[in-house]
């Protein structure tokens, strides 16, 4: 492609928008998800929401106002097909990119085309797959041409687009949100898929019973791409076998593939998911998010120091211990590895599930760090200042400062807050849980001494 052509905003002859040449492709050596891609609106399975008679996306697509948009969704949720079809639908002139491998000089290269598009009053699609790869310079290339409405921008992501897509190209998209397909319609779509599987191979057809259409949904997880090769592959090897297609054959040549990404959303809503079920007490499904992220690849010692922040965040003095055995599974790991030692992580989120519950020790770091956001740099209290000079004593340093272990229990009322803020309030609350109810008995006794002395 020549670049001068398209970085020219001179007229030059319109594009060349002869139909598609015919498939020469034998279906045979196409991939199976790639034959079952639907043509029409019709044929989509899935995102009713989107695309139903009162989707939002579907009217804006039947009126001719599509806008700039982001396709939000997990993998086979049909986020390339919907894009296809809406160049179909408003006989737009569709470009495709993959952040993978695109650079700058492909962006400014469609750019170029757009503008003779519009020469032509032909609208321009530009499909970005993977649009969470593209770095800020290269998304940073869209924002004139997608503002003046040169290009009609469609991204598609799998991952949250408030993490990998900049602030000012999300303000010019709409971001639409794809669900994995339910099990109704991946049926309806193994369904239309086996015909097509006949009818491609019609010397060995196979069939499928509803025991082996259920596995191939459970291990697909939603994705209709997945589901697809599974029916594939499977019918292949039935084929070469010439046995039935059965589920214990999809099983055999199929591996259950989880979804999660390390350092993706998916990643922070397992670990979210794990710390809300330690602190609610649910070791059943504690042990269930624990696991699941580990069957994943997670790195059991991110799972480890997460386990140690939760051992004071929602437990912290209600059992003390806590975090002790958090230390202790730790260091235990450490000595053992994987895969012997990832069951310390388990023992860990069961121990710490079902411990006494207090936030109070969180709630008062930050009132406390609220507090000096607040006030700044108040000055220590003149009894509490270390004395180590002579100049310091006599300023007064230290002067009226009881020394508590000289006392009866250990303990002389004095005052411990600057003066600016001693009046009284608590900053750290004990909750009623465990170890916590004691301390609370003894800090009333300590704050009731504190409160008389200040009275006076």
């Not at 015919?22 to 044929?43: C, G, N, Q, S, V």
């Not at 600057?418 to 170890?435: L, S």
Request: proline share 6%; hydrophobic share 40%; with cysteine.
């Amino acid at each position: 492609m020549n670049d001068d052509l398209f970085d020219s905003d001179q007229p030059h002859a319109p594009p060349d928008f002869t139909p598609e040449a015919p498939e020469r492709t034998p279906a045979a050596f196409r991939p199976l998800a790639d034959r079952m891609r639907p043509r029409t609106f019709d044929d989509y399975l899935g995102q009713e929401k989107l695309l139903g008679e009162t989707g939002a996306l579907r009217q804006l697509i039947d009126v001719g106002r599509v806008p700039s948009m982001i396709l939000w969704g997990p993998p086979g949720s049909g986020k390339t097909t919907l894009a296809n079809l809406v160049a179909r639908h408003t006989e737009s002139d569709f470009i495709a990119l993959s952040a993978v491998a695109a650079s700058l000089k492909d962006v400014r290269q469609v750019i170029g085309h757009a503008k003779v598009n519009r020469q032509y009053a032909r609208r321009t699609i530009l499909f970005v797959d993977e649009i969470h790869r593209f770095n800020k310079a290269q998304q940073d290339a869209f924002l004139p041409h997608v503002e003046s409405g040169l290009v009609t921008l469609i991204g598609a992501t799998t991952e949250n687009p408030s993490f990998s897509v900049i602030s000012a190209l999300l303000s010019r998209c709409r971001v639409f949100s794809l669900e994995p397909l339910a099990e109704e319609h991946m049926r309806d779509l193994l369904a239309r898929a086996l015909g097509d599987v006949n009818d491609t191979h019609p010397e060995r057809p196979v069939a499928l019973d509803d025991d082996t259409v259920r596995a191939i949904i459970r291990l697909s997880d939603g994705d209709a791409r997945r589901a697809l090769g599974i029916l594939e592959i499977s019918s292949h090897v039935a084929r070469h076998r010439e046995t039935e297609l059965t589920r214990e054959l999809v099983l055999e040549v199929s591996q259950r593939h989880l979804a999660y990404d390390r350092a993706g959303e998916e990643h922070y809503n397992l670990v979210s998911a794990l710390h809300k079920t330690i602190r609610s007490s649910d070791p059943h499904a504690a042990v269930y998010w624990c696991e699941r992220m580990l069957v994943a690849g997670e790195d059991p010692r991110y799972l480890l120091r997460r386990l140690v922040r939760i051992s004071a965040e929602d437990i912290g003095l209600a059992d003390p211990n806590a975090v002790v055995h958090a230390n202790a599974c730790m260091t235990a790991y450490e000595k053992l590895g994987s895969p012997e030692g990832d069951l310390f992580v388990t023992q860990l989120a069961v121990y710490l599930a079902m411990a006494p519950k207090s936030d109070a020790v969180y709630k008062a770091s930050k009132t406390a760090r609220a507090i000096v956001a607040e006030t700044g740099t108040l000055p220590v209290p003149l009894h509490l200042r270390n004395a180590p000079t002579k100049l310091m004593k006599d300023e007064g340093y230290s002067e009226g400062y009881t020394y508590d272990h000289d006392h009866e229990g250990h303990f002389a009322p004095k005052q411990g807050l600057p003066d600016a803020i001693d009046d009284g309030r608590a900053i750290y609350e004990p909750a009623d849980q465990g170890i916590e109810q004691r301390i609370a008995e003894r800090l009333k006794k300590y704050d009731a001494a504190r409160a008389k002395g200040r009275t006076r």
